[in-house]
Nanobody
Framework: QVQLVESGGGLVQPGGSLRLSCAAS????????MGWYRQAPGKQRELVAT???????NYVDSVKGRFTISRDNAKNTVYLQMNTLKPEDTAVYYC??????????????WGQGAQVTVSS
């Protein structure tokens, strides 16, 4: 069974740091772009950052210079290092991955979500 499992959320004070991890497991042929999204209460889910299989990255303007996305292809894992966290970063963070399961099967998968709360 293919799944994405997230870890690393929690409560942190403003200015603090957290690192999220998301590991893909199961019978996977190829992993393409991986990314992180977030959804705050009462708001739509928004893209935070993406990273291609070749390592090219993209960030939403509000996190540029504070968050860093990376991946370990040998471990099928994507990370989100979040520094200088602000209360407005509070949200449930979801990882996403475009997975090729066979030559004819390509799907988007989502993690279960990790709560990040930034509060004093």
């Amino acid at each position: 069974q293919v799944q994405l499992v997230e870890s690393g959320g929690g409560l942190v004070q403003p200015g603090g740091s957290l690192r999220l991890s998301c590991a893909a497991s199961g019978s996977i042929f190829v992993i393409y772009t991986m990314g992180w999204y977030r959804q705050a209460p009462g708001k739509q889910r928004e893209l935070v950052a993406t990273i291609t299989s070749g390592g090219s990255t993209n960030y939403v303007d509000s996190v540029k210079g504070r968050f860093t996305i990376s991946r370990d292809n040998a471990k099928n894992t994507v990370y989100l290092q979040m520094n200088t966290l602000k209360p407005e970063d509070t949200a449930v963070y979801y990882c996403n991955a475009a997975l090729q399961l066979s030559p004819s099967q390509r799907y988007d998968y989502w993690g279960q979500g990790a709560q990040v709360t930034v509060s004093s």
